[in-house]
């Protein structure tokens, strides 16, 4: 299978299957599995016998021992258990907690819920489950709405940690790039590429950004508008009937539970970058993981060390939560082997070269930004994954990038921040789940008081990329007209449907 051939329309199946089945079935581990497996039979004649065996020996145990990939499921595993560590340590907590201290207005809570959220930026699940508990008590002493604390949690969890590549986000897109690098035969790195995507990802920095917007702005617009306004009056809110505390606080911890293992992480990192000549030099991807799987596990060595020491748990209670974070990449690392295979049979198929011919002359390359942002919003909020729905849509993207002459990382900025969207407001997102439970705040009333202030932020960037795609701005001046169209549609959305927000006495 070494040939690559055009196989016309039918290479686009597994694409497409991938697709309708991911809006199907919610399920993009099946969706993926049975894309694989389609793509393989119509190589070799719809054998499905045949094609058992070469889904084994000619693409998972393949694309499992091929260039950096093994690096990527050691690097991610050992991601899995440093996050879990940080979190039972109790130490972000403990941050978390230090912070609420000085809080006594609205503005200052929701502020420092935000900040709180961009210092916890090594987990989106660990953000709400770590914040919620710490402030549901100040915004409700407070009278502030559970559905805003909810909305603030959510807009801090994954837009931050889909900016910052040393999560297990930047791994695991770092992952897709570098495969389909490969396949199109594009020498770069994988590691600079995202960063040079990263001032591209206009809506998870506009759903940042509109937080304190909101908080400055004393306005609230749609359903939030009345959730704060019946917190104001004391009315019942729609809450979670879960207000049992997500997070323990049984025993007493200092905040350099997190800090001291964060600073051995980034120091190990730096020290690493340094001695390989960075920041004169540029770093391969192989050697970039090798030091992030370095700093993590580092790192997660030091907060075991300072988790027995303060006898907050014992020592095999300690290794079990870093392998129970191990664990719990399981699932992820399931979704990054099945992308690589889609990937691999898509690229013998000869879809890529496909998509360029037959789109050639019916879009102009001005849209292509636009177009991908819409269909990751699309894709990612039917699903509730943007990791599944980055799996489907990068590949397809960088086809097009290449083939219409795009800029890369302007394209993958625009794919990351369509797939963001619905990891940010599904209502079958887990993020979007964890954020209203740890804020005790109903599912649904999170979802609906969420989803105006997110479509503002959304509708920003499909125009921001729209403007991009046509003009070939400046990337920072066009960051600026972003955050300006998002300024326009929050104070346009406030003077239609808002009302001023009002602190209680």
Not at 214 to 228: L, Y
Not at 388 to 414: D, E, K, N, Q
Request: proline share 4%.
């Amino acid at each position: 299978m070494e040939e690559v051939i055009n196989y016309g329309w039918l290479s686009l199946i597994p694409a497409v299957v991938a697709v309708v089945l991911a809006f199907a079935t919610r399920n993009v581990v099946l969706s993926l599995a049975i894309s694989l497996f389609l793509g393989i039979m119509i190589q070799v004649g719809a054998n499905p016998w045949l094609s058992l065996q070469h889904l084994f020996s000619d693409y998972l145990f393949v694309d499992l021992a091929t260039d950096n990939n093994p690096q990527t499921i050691v690097m991610m595993a050992t991601v899995g258990g440093f996050v879990a560590l940080i979190e039972k340590s109790g130490g972000a907590r403990a941050f978390a907690k230090a912070v609420a201290n000085s809080v006594n207005s609205k503005v200052k809570a929701q502020l420092a819920a935000w900040l709180g959220g961009l210092v916890i930026f090594f987990s989106d699940s660990g953000n709400s489950l770590i914040l919620g508990p710490m402030f549901r008590p100040i915004f409700d002493r407070l009278k502030a709405s559970r559905a805003k604390l909810s909305y603030i949690l959510d807009s801090t969890s994954s837009p931050v940690c889909i900016l910052i590549p040393i999560t297990g986000w930047g791994v695991y897109i770092m992952s897709i790039i570098a495969t389909e690098f490969e396949t199109l035969g594009i020498n770069g790195s994988d590691a600079s590429t995202f960063m040079a995507a990263i001032p591209y990802q206009f809506y998870s920095i506009l759903a940042l950004f509109l937080i304190p917007i909101v908080a400055f702005g004393r306005h609230d617009f749609g359903f939030m508008a009345k959730a704060e306004e019946q917190a104001r009056l004391g009315l019942p809110q729609n809450i979670s009937d879960d207000e049992a505390i997500l997070v323990s606080d049984d025993k007493k911890v200092s905040p350099w539970n997190m800090i001291l293992p964060l600073v051995i992480l980034l120091g190990t990192i730096l020290v690493m970058f340094v001695s390989w000549g960075f920041p004169f030099q540029n770093i391969p991807g192989s050697k970039i993981r090798i030091a992030l799987t370095s700093g993590y596990l580092l790192a997660s060595i030091v907060c075991m060390i300072m988790i027995t020491a303060q006898k907050l748990m014992s020592f095999k209670e300690t290794f079990d939560v870093f392998i129970g974070g191990i664990q719990k990449m399981g699932s992820v690392l399931v979704v990054v082997v099945l992308a690589w295979g889609v990937g691999s049979v898509c690229k013998d198929l000869g879809t890529s070269q496909f998509i360029v011919d037959s789109t050639l002359g019916l879009i102009t390359p001005h849209v292509v930004p636009a177009l991908l942002f819409l269909v990751g919003v699309i894709i990612s909020f039917a699903t509730g994954t943007s990791w599944g729905a980055m799996a489907i849509l990068l590949p397809i993207g960088l086809t097009m990038a290449v083939g219409f002459g795009v800029s890369i990382p302007m394209t993958i900025g625009a794919v990351l921040s369509g797939c963001l969207f619905g990891d940010h407001c599904s209502p079958i997102s887990d993020t979007t789940v964890m954020s209203a439970m740890a804020a005790g705040c109903d599912l649904l009333e999170h979802t609906r008081t969420q989803l105006p202030y997110a479509g503002i932020a959304a509708l920003a960037s499909f125009v921001a990329y729209l403007i991009l795609g046509f003009t070939n701005a400046n990337i920072w001046i066009m960051l600026v007209v972003a955050l300006a169209l998002l300024i326009v549609f929050y104070l346009l959305s406030c003077r239609l449907w808002g009302v001023k927000a009002a602190e209680s006495k």
